[in-house]
């Protein structure tokens, strides 16, 4: 039988060295690699995350502009559904023979009456016409005993809560000027034409309420022509050459560029704060009417939870205070306004 030679014994301190040699290696490696990546991340610039704008409504106490109040116009005239037929004469002619012309509106001049039968002149509103000098009114003519109510509409539909608003100046045949935006035209158009039938003043606040300061020049322009077109397409009227801008932004480019389309920038001088959640009925009517001075622009809006409401006693207080219910361009009448961004004051 052969024998078979024997293997050579392994050296087992060899072995053992190697491998942990193997290892040393691989952490070393591992260790170059993660300095070199954090070498390499500190000569990058830092990543910034920015949140996105919040969306919400804000004061124009809370902006750091100057702030303004509206002006609301009124009804030229209420006429009931239903009217004698015409024998001779006009429409008008046979509505008063029988009794039932309550109001009514004639260019250039607005008449409106008011519950106890005085006749209200309510002055035609300008369109825009051209380039003209920026001003930013924030009250009308002080020497005058005249007030005007002012609306804001949102750039939503909101059909229910505007009409019974509507309604119940009508009723009250209180004046007012709503400031409308484009959108809010073409989603309530109905709305819209009610207003320029009962005769109220509608003024521009954009087409879909940003913020002013954001857009360029030609974005401005193109708001205010939005919502010119919306009213002239939808009511075929020339809109009153005011513009109230969201949130009541306002600086010297912003009135510039207004001006340049032909509009007078129209803020307000008493805020009811009514579109706020925790307003009450109370709080609205006591803004708008604990001290009242001659032309007052009184800021509300067609949203507020309880501003239709707040109306009936609005109205009467500053009427028992000798106060004349106006729109803005009747509280702007003989109204000193003199160049610049102070406007009327």
């Known amino acids: ?4 030679p024997k293997a050579p014994a392994i050296d087992q301190a060899r072995l053992t060295g190697g491998s942990s040699r193997r290892c040393a290696a691989g952490v070393l490696t591992i260790f170059a690699l993660g300095l070199a990546a954090l070498y390499i991340a500190q000569g990058l610039p830092p990543r910034v995350v920015r949140p996105a704008p919040p969306h919400y409504q804000v004061s124009a106490r809370e902006m750091t502009v100057p702030s303004g109040k509206p002006a609301v116009r009124g009804l030229g005239y209420m006429v009931p559904p239903v009217y004698p037929a015409v024998s001779g004469g006009t429409v008008r002619d046979a509505m008063r023979g029988a009794g039932l012309l309550q109001a ?3 260019p250039p001049g607005r008449i409106a009456f008011t519950p106890e039968g005085k006749a209200v002149y309510l002055p035609a509103a300008p369109a825009p016409a051209g380039p003209g000098t920026a001003r930013v009114v924030f009250r009308g003519n002080r020497d005058s005993r005249k007030v005007a109510l002012t609306f804001d509409t949102s750039e939503v539909s909101e059909k229910r809560g505007a009409r019974a ?7 009250l045949r209180a004046p007012a000027t709503f400031f409308v935006c484009g959108a809010w035209c073409y989603k309530n158009p109905d709305l819209l034409k009610l207003l320029y039938e009962r005769g109220f003043e509608v003024a521009n606040h954009s087409y879909d309420h940003p913020m002013f300061s954001r857009l360029s020049n030609a974005q401005i ?19 009153a050459a005011y513009c109230r801008t969201p949130y009541g932004e ?7 560029v207004l001006a340049d389309n032909g509009y007078t920038t129209v803020l307000w001088n008493t805020d009811t704060l009514d579109w706020v959640p925790a307003t009450i009925q109370a709080q609205i009517r006591d803004r708008a009417t604990a001290k009242p001075g001659g032309g007052d622009i009184i800021l509300m809006h067609t949203t507020g939870k309880y501003t239709r409401e707040a109306q009936i006693e609005i109205v009467s207080n500053l009427r028992a205070l000798g106060f004349e219910l106006t729109t803005v361009s009747g509280v702007l009448q003989n109204a000193p306004l003199g160049p610049g961004p102070t406007g009327a004051l």
């Open 1 to 4: 039988m052969r024998n078979h």
């Open 104 to 106: 009514y509106s004639e």
């Open 165 to 171: 608003l509507i309604d119940e100046l009508t009723k």
């Open 221 to 239: 322009t193109a708001q205010l022509k939005g919502t010119e077109v919306a009213v002239e397409k939808i009511a075929g009227r020339k809109i």
């Open 250 to 256: 306002v600086d010297a480019r912003i009135s510039q």
